[in-house]
């Protein structure tokens, strides 16, 4: 019989919100479920439920079927009886302990010599070493959240609750960090289940994501499809989809659905479900699978693209991208390099050829 973390779940608010949770994670494996969704959604009402440090009103979880909360019997494990670890945003240490005095806290009880051998395991897994005697006012940021995660860890627990433990940090931190997670994830053998806000970190260390809205769980997947393949117009906006617009359906040809979107006809995948002629869809366009040409009368390349002239009406710098903001007919977006502004030297008001992959294009029937 496969071993889970079984949940059904409400949490009521008096005059706000209701979350209801209802999922099956298993935990034979070493795994990473991300929790992913808008502020609001109920993350992290989800996730301290899970802990213990919420009470659900009505529902149960199960932990390799052993009840930690049952709220029929009125039965609700304390937090420190569930055998798991939490990670806060703020890493939450204790100021006056050093960074191997607060992996050692959970080991009261553990003889000296065993206490000290895991700890510094811990720290060798985490890259600590020399910081041992730092208080935490001594120590980086992703200094910090390493600690943290030893101690969620040392304990070897059955189930590690992180809550956007990277949001603080700065990019070059947190992108090191989010690298070494990984291997430490899957060197601990534990399964994680992870709140975050960031594609990226969700790509890269999810096995599996929930998507979360209004409260609810409402799509379940690997985190490449669940991105890539959202199941309405609501989900692929909060994904961070650009563009989603109504468009009708011409016919098809060659596993290909003709639409008009707007002014403009696109080619997009035909998934098999039969579109009829005629038929309204919402066509939801990555955008970075947009890209963009300043001579609008360049011609057709081989790769499958859809080429529509388009006016930039607007720019904005995501980091290493800018977003372009395109009038083709219909509103676009495209994500293109800094580096691709510069040597094209593009502006708002230039006339582009926008250049959209087909694969880019994902359709959701209009219900």
């Not at 989800?46 to 213990?52: D, Q, V």
């Amino acid at each position: 019989m496969s071993r889970l973390l079984d949940c059904a779940f409400e949490r009521r608010f008096e005059n706000g919100p209701l979350i209801r949770a209802v999922f099956a994670l298993p935990t034979d494996e070493p795994n990473v479920t991300v929790l992913f969704g808008p502020s609001g959604s109920g993350k992290t009402t989800l996730l301290r439920c899970l802990a213990g440090l919420e009470r659900p009103d009505k529902g149960f979880i199960r932990m390799d079927g052993e009840a930690w909360c049952e709220t029929s019997s009125g039965l609700h494990l304390p937090p420190q009886k569930r055998s798991l670890g939490f990670v806060f945003q703020d890493g939450a240490l204790f100021p006056h302990l050093s960074a191997a005095g607060n992996l050692a806290y959970p080991l009261h009880g553990i003889p000296r010599a065993e206490r000290l051998g895991c700890v510094q395991a811990m720290v060798e897994l985490l890259g600590l070493d020399g910081l041992e005697h730092r208080k935490p006012g001594e120590l980086s940021g992703g200094q910090r959240q390493r600690v943290a995660l030893g101690r969620a860890l040392i304990r070897r627990p059955r189930l590690v609750l992180m809550d956007e433990p990277l949001t603080a940090l700065d990019r070059p931190a947190r992108d090191a960090l989010r690298h070494d997670l990984r291997r430490v994830f899957r060197e601990m053998a534990i399964p994680v289940l992870l709140v975050t806000h960031d594609r990226d970190e969700a790509i890269l260390l999810g096995d599996r994501m929930l998507m979360m809205q209004d409260g609810e769980i409402q799509q379940d997947g690997p985190p490449a499809e669940v991105f890539t393949r959202p199941r309405t117009p609501a989900l692929a906006e909060a994904l961070g989809i650009g563009t989603v617009v109504k468009a009708r359906v011409l016919g098809s040809e060659g596993g290909l659905v003709r639409l008009l979107a707007g002014t403009a006809e696109l080619l997009a995948p035909d998934p098999g479900s039969g579109y009829p002629l005629g038929e309204w869809v919402h066509a939801c366009i990555r955008g970075e699978g947009v890209a963009v040409e300043k001579d609008v009368n360049a011609h057709a390349d081989s790769s499958p693209r859809n080429r529509v002239r388009a006016t930039i009406t607007g720019m904005e710098r995501t980091g290493p991208l800018v977003r372009l903001h395109l009038d083709c007919g219909f509103p676009l977006e495209a994500l293109v390099t800094t580096w691709a502004c510069e040597d094209l030297a593009l502006k708002a008001g230039d006339s582009v050829l926008a250049m959209i992959k087909a694969t880019a294009i994902h359709l959701i029937p209009v219900m």
